[in-house]
């Protein structure tokens, strides 16, 4: 309980005040009488009616206390808040092409994206988030969901040699597209994940972008391959698996050029480390909308006090004028 007018609590340090007037006014009421001897007196005590009439100032002291503070305003609050979350419909499009399998990272580059792509998606409980793979041709692995459990389990399930070979970034793209266009969130973002060049599909990356900038969907492109120009790549032969080097065929020009259409970012991760903090980087920039409303409630309380102080001053009136009435 809070006060409005706390400064007139200090009213009430003129109660005591009043208490010791009150006695001392009480005794200088009493004459005094010479008398040979009352000691037979002594152990006669006085009725019920003498000790109450003090009573009838303790109701009065008491119910101007109850008054002062109905003066001061008590007031009672209640207050709670309302979070309102604003989230982003984010569709990771990855590359699972047999290139993937190269083992610039480690174990390799699908598996490294997988586990990456895991985390992110871990640290977006409030986003929907869908997946899209891609290779030759493109498929929805999960659609749009908050359901990142089932979303991860279909993300641990994707492997190069699902789908046919080669590489149709275009088509991935759309595909993601598909599945934003008719979002009503206002932040609606396409993370594309991949190590090669356009080679087949019937629509390109810069008209998928094109397409991307028409509903609002901003696109993060993340090339993947090692600096060096090669990677070591598992080819299986007649003896078994022979890892050899083999060409990093990233087609660059064309991830930014996808970024810059739809205005997203373009990032080069050429290990672990570094596409671990591009996906870091793309959370900071693509983060979750939180808006909280606060609500505050006053409620007065003097009321009661105000009952309370009339209730005391009927009751001292009702005795003043029966059972302790002095006067005939």
Known sequence: MTFLHPELLWLLLLLPALLIIYIVWRRRQQASLRIPSLLFLRDMRGGLRVYLRHSLFALRLVALGLIIVALARPQSSSSWSEDRVEGIDIMLTMDISTSMLAMDFQPNRVEAAKEVAMRFIANRPNDNIGLVVFAGESFTACPLTQDHATLINRLREMTPGMIEDQTAI????????????????????????????????????????????????????????????????????????????????????????????????????????????????????????????????????????VLAAALLLLLEFVLRSTVLRTNP
């Open 170 to 305: 275009g088509s991935g793209l759309a595909t993601a597209i598909s599945r934003l266009k008719d979002s009503k969130t206002k932040s609606k973002v396409i993370i594309l994940l991949t190590d090669g060049a356009n080679n087949t599909g019937n629509i390109s990356p810069k008209m998928a972008a094109d397409l991307a900038k028409t509903f609002g969907i901003s696109i993060y492109t993340i090339g993947v391959g090692s600096g060096a120009g090669e990677a070591p790549y598992p080819i299986q032969t007649a003896l078994g698996v022979v890892v050899r080097n083999m060409p990093v065929d990233l087609d660059e020009p064309t991830m930014r050029q996808i970024a810059d259409v739809s205005g997203g970012a373009y990032f080069r991760a050429t290990d672990n480390e570094s596409l671990s903090a591009i996906y870091q980087k793309i959370d900071r920039l693509e983060k979750t909308k939180l808006s909280t409303r606060n609500y505050h409630t006053t409620y007065e309380e003097f009321f009661v006090f």
